[in-house]
T-cell receptor, first 114, second 115 residues
Framework: GDSVTQMEGPVTLSEEAFLTINCTYT??????LFWYVQYPGEGLQLLLK?????DKGSNKGFEATYRKETTSFHLEKGSVQVSDSAVYFC?????????????FGTGTRLTIIP | DAGVIQSPRHEVTEMGQEVTLRCKPI?????LFWYRQTMMRGLELLIY????????DSGMPEDRFSAKMPNASFSTLKIQPSEPRDSAVYFC?????????????FGDGTRLSIL
């Protein structure tokens, strides 16, 4: 079945550091890929998405590129801020009609120190 | 546009009591999902509906849990009787339901504590 593996946390960085959170996936079909962010006390928010190979999703300075050859969707940001402290989830959705479920990774907790 | 609305935001009750969590999906969304999040097990899908019909309830932990979607704008998740191990944050999410590959939109969750 489908699965998502993301790097173990927690990750602690200093403000303005470069961020990479690794995500790889296994899927039988040709999935859409997502990054969600969860701030303390809130629900998951869609951060960015990509629906086909070589697509780059971007939002709020974060980027991720859909790499079919390496089955990866790594999240990057060039200069993190304290406000980026949150839990980040990688997820995929099978594109077959009738299957609406998302498969999530376990989440990576990110803490940014001033 | 209004997002997914869940109520209550917090619920504290004693074991054995019935608990009802409520969700209003985004208008026009045809799929609705209930999740449970705990430190130990992470984010778990409990059940999802499409066009008000339960499609997959394989994540529902046991018969004490039940979910309904009487119409397109409302769903409930009920626990009866509740137990301390049911303590968690419960999220509702909705998506357009027009096929796979769509993102889900989450509510802010209900933090449930069973004493």
């Amino acid at each position: 079945g489908d699965s998502v593996t993301q790097m173990e946390g927690p990750v602690t960085l200093s403000e303005e550091a470069f961020l990479t959170i690794n995500c790889t996936y296994t899927a039988t079909g040709y999935p859409s890929l997502f990054w969600y962010v969860q701030y303390p006390g809130e629900g998951l928010q869609l951060l960015l998405k990509a629906t086909k190979a070589d697509d780059k999703g971007s939002n709020k300075g974060f980027e991720a590129t859909y790499r079919k050859e390496t089955t990866s969707f790594h999240l990057e940001k060039g200069s993190v801020q304290v406000s980026d402290s949150a839990v980040y989830f990688c997820a995929l959705s099978d594109r077959n009609f009738g299957n609406e479920k998302l498969t999530f990774g376990t989440g990576t907790r990110l803490t940014i120190i001033p | 546009d209004a997002g997914v609305i869940q109520s209550p935001r917090h619920e504290v009750t004693e074991m054995g009591q019935e608990v009802t969590l409520r969700c209003k999906p985004i208008s026009g969304h045809n799929s609705l999902f209930w999740y449970r999040q705990t430190m130990m097990r992470g984010l778990e899908l409990l059940i999802y509906f499409n066009n008000n019909v339960p499609i997959d309830d394989s994540g529902m932990p046991e018969d004490r849990f039940s979910a309904k979607m009487p119409n397109a704008s409302f769903s409930t998740l009920k626990i009866q009787p509740s137990e301390p191990r049911d303590s968690a944050v419960y999220f509702c999410a909705s998506s357009p339901g027009t096929g796979g590959g769509q993102p889900q939109h989450f509510g802010d969750g209900t933090r449930l504590s069973i004493l």
